[in-house]
């Protein structure tokens, strides 16, 4: 299985909780995977490093965006993102405390940036307060 995008974030819990969003729906979850490092010594468990999507297909690439613009809007603290594509130099970094405050056509084109930078095509230039960079 090839990887398409990853998914990526300072904070282990908010990729696991990424994640657990993304593999509640069935159709996602066959082509979202949490993958995960040895942990530090001295520490339990693994360390979440990154959420790779492995297919490229309109359908999961919406489903995927979807997910992500939920989850973004239901965070109560902050959390930064950055989606890249693993075929391509397209990529976008998402803070939530701008997601929040989205008027519609902002949050329109965040969605597309998203979903741009997930299937590879290059981001398109987002205002300085449209909250997202690519």
Known sequence: ?????????????????LHAWLTEDQELRAWVELVESPPPEGTLGPVADLV?????????VAGVTSVIIAWLRFRRSDVKIKIKNTRST??????????KGLDGAQLGELTGQIKRAISGEPPNEIPPDGGAGG
């Open 52 to 60: 790779q999507i492995a297919v490229e297909s309109p359908e999961v």
């Open 90 to 99: 397209s990529q976008v970094d998402v803070s939530v405390t701008r997601v």
């Open 1 to 17: 299985m090839s990887i398409v995008a990853t998914i990526e974030t300072d904070a282990s819990a908010d990729l696991r909780d």
